[in-house]
């Protein structure tokens, strides 16, 4: 499975395909980091967030720290923190639903519900708003409720 619409309900929920899931390996309570990109969501699994620098790491990393921040703060360095949130964690429940941050709908003006695309792209996830082409004048149009 490559790409498939799915209904966003009132609270931002959206259900993660089964066959992504199985492809991920995403199991019920795994953190996926969110990012926006290029007009979508993007979702990464199994990975967790420098908590200085905003860098994404590898989950086993005790101290939630990138090796540059360890470094730094090993030599007394000042450290770069980062001002703007560029990452944000959600977890997926039991039933594979996953709520998109509103800030992110806000951002790509997805509404409060309707149609997302959901394609599987290597090891993420894209997330993006459903749009079709507007019969009378050819436009794209977002699909919403």
Do not use: W
């Not at 703007?84 to 951002?107: S, W």
């Amino acid at each position: 499975m490559k790409y498939c619409e799915i209904e966003m309900d009132a609270l931002g929920r959206i259900a993660i395909p089964k066959e992504i899931r199985e492809t991920l390996n995403i199991a019920p309570k795994t953190a996926l980091t969110l990012q926006l990109k290029d007009n979508a969501i993007v979702a990464i699994a199994h990975t967790s967030v420098c908590q200085i620098c905003g860098e994404l790491i590898s989950p086993k990393k005790y101290f939630r720290l990138c090796d540059e921040c360890i470094a730094a703060i090993k030599a007394d360095e000042a450290l770069a923190v980062k001002s703007i949130k560029t990452y944000i964690q959600r977890v997926v429940d039991e039933r594979g639903m996953l709520v998109l941050p509103v800030e992110y709908r806000n951002a790509l003006n997805m509404g409060k519900t309707g149609l997302v695309n959901v394609e599987l792209n290597g090891e993420t996830i894209v997330i993006e708003p459903a749009t079709r082409v507007c019969a009378h004048c050819k436009s794209t149009v977002a699909v919403s409720k």
